[in-house]
């Protein structure tokens, strides 16, 4: 199941399931609690 919406010029989706069935470069989660960039 998956949502799509446009932000500016850019899509985000949103994938409920498996992360490791996605076909994809890159998955990025942040590294804390508050999911705050940068350290």
Known sequence: MST?????N????L???DI???ETDAIVNAA????APGG
């Open 4 to 8: 799509q919406y446009k932000v500016g």
């Open 32 to 35: 804390n609690s508050r999911l």
């Open 15 to 17: 994938i409920i399931g």
């Open 20 to 22: 490791t069935l996605q």
């Open 10 to 13: 850019s899509v985000l989706e």
